[in-house]
């Protein structure tokens, strides 16, 4: 069974930065995309970042580029995310994901196939 558990949320003021940190079990982890998503009150799930198995390949949507860095080490089966200079914009519950299959890249339709959720961490960026 899958297991995911995300941490490294917090309370932040605008300008701030945080680092975001994703743990997986009981999947062969190298072996797969992953991906961070967010969701805020009232508004849809959205994929903000995606990062190949080899690490060699990242995608990120356009509200968080030059500001989110996302990273992997496959040797501790570890996600990462970085952020800086946060908005108050990006407040949300921010979680990690695996892709459904192995090998594949973070082009199209990337987040519809990700899976296997984590509780989330909550990010709060006050103004």
């Known amino acids: 069974q899958v297991q995911v558990v995300e941490s490294g949320g917090g309370l932040v003021q605008a300008g701030g930065s945080l680092t975001l940190s994703c743990t997986t079990s009981g999947l062969t982890f190298a072996s797969y995309a992953m991906g961070w998503f967010r969701q805020a009150p009232g508004k849809e799930r959205e994929g903000v970042s995606c990062?190949?198995?080899?690490?060699?390949?990242?995608y990120y949507t356009d509200s968080v580029k030059g500001r989110f860095t996302i990273s992997r080490d496959n040797a501790k089966n570890t996600l990462y995310l970085q952020m800086n200079s946060l908005k108050p914009e990006d407040t949300a519950m921010y979680y990690c994901a695996a892709d459904s299959g192995a090998y594949r890249s973070c082009s199209g339709s990337w987040s519809n196939r990700f899976g296997n959720w984590g509780q989330g961490t909550q990010v709060t960026v006050s103004s």
């Open positions: 990062i190949i198995w080899s690490g060699t390949m990242t």
